[in-house]
């Protein structure tokens, strides 16, 4: 992989978008400092994060505590060295792209407090309205970072006893999975989550859940969903090991005080259809993934039902 295939190399990918702040959202203030600033508050809710003087994205994020604390995690991009990966998973990223270039980065902010399922389901129609206006996902969305730099380790305990804790930097080896391109939208966010060519993808026939196994002639990897008895909602959008992703539901039924499990157990049959995608890197599934959240959140009203539960 060159640097001449990596999307947000072209600062023009989204110059016909323009991402101004809709009614709900704040005003673009300044990152740095941000957990000092009294105009965000300190409630849960959405934000997004971009480069001064641009207009693309590069971060959509939720928090379901601190608005202002969960921003101030993120300025730590700022940082003289770059800092791990929590409490932010995307400051590493950021302190990239400005290391690289020297540039400011701004947050808007959409306070919504609600229940955590609400919360992550408007944070996919987010990226995914992003998506689909400008072609990919927002620059460090989904762990990735940019080429020419390795993200630093997690910061715990365990890290720590094992030697394993590490700062990241400025990097020369060969590409990690961190800098693989993503990928668009496989098509529109489109109602009928039930049907066969749902949001662009060439589903499978449904199949009862406990039925799954023998359909595969080996493991693979792709997407799936997951229905009950009731109209044309889903119960769960899944990616990962087909089949044993799939399967690994049924056993969520038998945990007691399971909330997902819970859900399923209620349902008179549980049936499965999926998208086998062998092609894809893990962080292009999650894209995808998200996409098909959005769609059932945008058309059906909120997320499929056993969605972010556990």
């Given at each position: 992989?060159?640097?001449?295939?990596?999307?947000?190399?072209?600062?023009?990918?989204?110059?016909?978008?323009?991402?101004?702040?809709?009614?709900?959202?704040?005003?673009?203030?300044?990152?740095?400092?941000?957990?000092?600033?009294?105009?965000?508050?300190?409630?849960?809710?959405?934000?997004?994060?971009?480069?001064?003087?641009?207009?693309?994205?590069?971060?959509?994020?939720?928090?379901?505590?601190?608005?202002?604390?969960?921003?101030?995690?993120?300025?730590?991009?700022?940082?003289?060295?770059?800092?791990?990966?929590?409490?932010?998973?995307?400051?590493?990223?950021?302190?990239?792209?400005?290391?690289?270039?020297?540039?400011?980065?701004?947050?808007?902010?959409?306070p919504l407090d609600v229940d955590a399922p609400t919360r992550k389901g408007r944070e996919a129609l987010e990226i995914a309205l992003y998506r689909q206006q400008c072609g990919n996902s927002p620059t460090v969305q989904f762990g990735r970072v940019p080429l020419g730099y390795r993200a630093s380790s997690q910061n715990n305990s365990r890290l720590v006893a094992a030697g394993a804790r590490f700062r990241g930097g400025a990097y020369s080896g060969p590409p990690l999975a961190e800098h693989h391109v993503g990928t668009g939208p496989k098509g529109r966010l489109s109602p009928a989550p039930q049907t066969e060519s749902w949001c662009g993808h060439s589903w499978s026939a449904w199949l009862p859940l406990h039925e799954v196994g023998s359909n595969f002639a080996q493991v693979t990897v792709g997407l799936y969903r997951i229905r009950g008895d009731s109209g044309g909602e889903l119960l769960y959008v899944g990616q990962g090991a087909l089949p044993n992703r799939p399967r690994a539901h049924l056993a969520k039924i038998a945990k007691a005080d399971h909330a997902q499990g819970a859900i399923l157990a209620m349902q008179k049959s549980l049936e499965v259809s999926w998208v086998a995608t062998p092609e894809l890197a893990s962080h292009q599934l999650l894209e995808l993934e998200n996409d098909l959240i959005a769609a059932h959140v945008l058309h059906m009203g909120s997320a499929p039902a056993a969605q972010f539960i556990g």
């Open positions: 992989m060159t640097r001449g295939n990596d999307r947000w190399a072209d600062s023009s990918a989204c110059k016909s978008a323009t991402i101004e702040p809709e009614t709900s959202w704040s005003e673009w203030l300044p990152l740095r400092g941000i957990s000092r600033n009294p105009a965000v508050p300190r409630t849960p809710g959405i934000y997004r994060v971009r480069r001064v003087g641009r207009n693309e994205l590069d971060y959509i994020g939720q928090t379901g505590r601190n608005l202002r604390e969960r921003l101030g995690a993120l300025s730590r991009c700022y940082n003289d060295e770059m800092p791990y990966r929590d409490p932010h998973t995307a400051a590493p990223a950021l302190w990239a792209l400005r290391h690289s270039s020297g540039c400011e980065f701004e947050a808007s902010v959409y």
